[in-house]
């Protein structure tokens, strides 16, 4: 089959309304936006409407947006930033065990300079129980950062009630919106959110730019230390030209119409499964509160490995790895207790705005091909 990509958690392709966007900052409007002279004016100007177009996805304000090399470095200085900035306060951060690794990593990093992180559990479906955060509130808590939505199983947290609680208790809220930006909406008003992460690569922008949203009133200890770029919360020259590439995909991100044709479609895919291989096939992550575009699927008593390879030319992942022929669970698909026959045979499929019909039926059917022999013998 023709190669085919079903992998848009990880990466998206540059929308061609964003590359034509940047295209001129290849070759002219180089200058340093903080030069202040000829050269700069322009790049600066394209800078600050790419910061405008961010803002306005989000319901902020335009000084509320600090340019970042990527979600990575987003949730870094949400997180870093906020125990720094608050140390003296306390050293409580309250997070879950289904965290992406650039959240989960600098908690980890954080605890060995005496910070106390309480990582909470999830359901079998991945959801968090906003009354477990409630519950895990120090006098001594200074954040709570809670993904908006899973990348592995796309299932989406009630960030409106665990942001309500966090302003009950007058404490700092980061969600990581890496994954949901673009695809469900995302008011940082409607989501209590203090602190908003966005990964450029994940909603058709270049990589190696994202944003944080950063709430009026907010103090954050930079990262990088250097000069009073972005506002002094970030320093190093900023480069207009992967800012007008989010810049232009937050404009479309604006339109979610898209989406519910993808919805339809991953539905959809879903449906075709589990009339091919009925039992045989699982559901990962929750039914309802899930990115229109995620399906992750157990095929149960396979492996997800196995299972791709059968797909020649499909771009996807597997929630398994095998290590010295063993094979080990995604940390995600343990803490929801993914029994370990289920979980070893997970594939995420994740659609995009550019997959076809003919693409999820070819898929199904080189599926069927592939797994029906070896499931009857």
Known sequence: MPPTYLDYNASTPIDPTAAAAMRPFLEEAFGNPSSGHWASIPAKAALEHARGQVAALLGAATDEIVFTSGGSEANNLAIKGTFFALRHKGEHIVTTTVEHPAVLTPCRFLERLGATVTYLPVDPTGRIDPEAVRRAITPRTVLISVMHANNEVG????????????????????????????????????????????????????????????RRGVELEPLIHGASHERDRRAGTESALLAV????ACALAQDLAPMERVR????????????????????NGHLEYRLPNTLSVSFVGMVGADVLAGLDGVAASTGS????GRIELSPVLAAMGVPDMVGMGA?????????????????????EASLVPSAST
């Open 347 to 367: 594939v995420r499929f994740s659609l995009g705005r550019p997959t076809t019909d003919a693409e999820i039926d070819a898929v199904v059917d080189r599926l």
């Open 245 to 248: 590439g989010l810049g232009a």
């Open 321 to 324: 790895a095998c290590h010295s």
């Open 155 to 214: 299932t989406i947290q009630p960030i409106e009630e665990i942001g309500a609680i966090a302003r009950e208790h007058c404490i700092r809220f980061h969600t990581d919106a890496a994954q949901s930006v673009g695809k469900i909406p995302t008011r940082v008003e409607a989501l209590g959110a203090d602190l908003l992460t966005i990964a450029g690569h994940k909603l058709y922008a270049p990589k190696g730019v994202g944003a944080l949203y950063v």
């Open 264 to 283: 339809a479609l991953r539905d959809r895919f879903w449906h075709a499964l589990q009339d091919r291989f009925g039992d045989r096939v699982v559901l």
